[in-house]
């Protein structure tokens, strides 16, 4: 619901029902304003700065106080307010009913962007439907979203509205629950279009090999790929990873992939991280093709990886100088003299091995 109305070409609430630009006292623009100029004058405090109602041009003199017209308490919170010495506040204060409203739109343009790029999309929303402007500033500063909570919203007419918004965003996070999931060959299409995307997630998402490839083609910019819990994940479409020029790191935390799938991985020529936590298919010649290839490895879990044995820890210590981060939680078949074998050649990588960790069972089906 929330998305849905960020969307939208006209700005409407249940509670809220305003012309572009006009925020009545009490609206989301007011309390904004208020935490603006709380943080903006040292020494003083939101109660002092909503008792002083608008506040007039101050005298050239530092050490004369503060007036104001309209609150009977003026006197008292000028008092306060005249402590400090680094105070500006503008000639110019919109009012709307005899209440103050905007010193945010006298900010310059850049700030209210950053200012406005810190709020997670629900707050977003209450903010957004205060007016126009702060729609257009929310989408114009928005470089992340984590879309999975609305995944039965997310259609591919919203991810083209997304773009639309923001296509310079750089992180975005998609799930998929029961059978909605918005990575259909109509989606994936429009996501191919997000072309300055660095961290992309697909929470138990199908992905064939034709839309691997169409986003390994489009997303040269990427670098984090996490396909996590995508159980219906096949090896085959696994091989265009190799064609990411810039994939960093790989993520396939309780995946489906074989041994043909870590030989398929092991041509990402720049992978420094690799997580296969939970993948039970994996045995110790999948991890040969890793480490015989990417040497420069610098991250690996294999925690929970039931069917890895000593084997693997000796081809890590031959080949991957390299490793800094190794996780061996839940390995049940590797014994302490693999560990500390590792520990030997390895003495700059440090080993995670906390047997007595007992890993989250996920109780639910997405």
């Known amino acids: 619901y929330y998305l849905t109305c960020l969307l939208s070409p006209t700005i409407t609430h ?10 009545p006292p009490g609206s989301p623009a007011i309390a904004l304003h208020k935490l603006s100029r709380s943080k903006s004058l040292t020494g003083s405090s939101t109660s ?18 503060l007036t104001s017209p309209h609150s009977s308490s003026s006197s008292s919170s000028s008092s306060s307010l005249s402590s400090s010495s680094s105070i500006h506040v503008p000639e110019t204060v919109i009012t709307l009913q005899g209440s103050p409203i905007c010193y945010w739109e006298l900010l310059p343009y850049e700030i209210r962007q950053r200012v406005l790029s810190y709020l997670p999309l629900t707050t977003a929303f209450h903010v957004c439907v205060a007016g ?3 729609n257009e ?3 114009a500063s928005c470089t992340s979203l984590n879309l999975i909570p609305f995944t039965k919203r997310i259609t591919p007419k919203v991810l083209g509205q997304l773009y639309q918004r923001c296509p310079r965003i750089f992180k975005l996070s998609l799930g998929r629950v029961g059978d909605i999931s918005p990575i259909t060959p109509e989606g994936v299409q429009i996501l191919a279009q997000f072309t300055e995307l660095r961290n992309l997630t697909f929470i138990a998402c199908h992905l064939s090999e034709e839309s691997t490839r169409l986003l390994a083609k ?12 995508c159980t219906a994940l096949q090896d085959s479409a696994l091989i265009p990873l190799a064609s990411f020029p810039s994939l960093k790191q790989l993520s396939f935390q309780e995946s489906k992939i074989t041994d043909l799938g870590m030989e398929y991985i092991s041509h990402c020529p720049h992978l420094l991280s690799l997580n296969l936590s939970f993948c039970d ?24 990886c039931s069917e890895i044995t000593d084997t693997t820890l000796q081809w890590i210590a031959h080949n991957l100088h390299s490793l800094r981060f190794l996780h061996l939680t839940g390995c049940r078949k590797i014994s302490m003299d693999g560990k500390n074998y590792i520990r030997k050649h390895l003495p700059d990588c440090k080993v995670d091995s906390d047997s007595s960790y007992i890993p989250f069972k996920r109780t639910f089906n997405m």
Request: aromatic fraction near 8%.
């Open 281 to 304: 298919l994996i045995s110790d010649a999948g991890i040969a093709h890793v480490c015989t290839r990417l040497v420069s490895l610098q991250s690996l879990n294999l925690s929970w």
């Open 14 to 23: 249940p509670k809220i029902n305003m012309k572009r630009g006009i925020s």
């Open 48 to 65: 002092d700065i909503e008792s002083s109602g608008p506040a007039t041009t101050p005298p050239p003199d530092d050490s004369s106080p």
């Open 132 to 134: 126009r402007d702060f």
């Open 137 to 139: 500033l929310y989408w």
């Open 218 to 229: 489009e997303l040269t910019k990427l670098q984090f790929l996490n396909l996590t819990w």
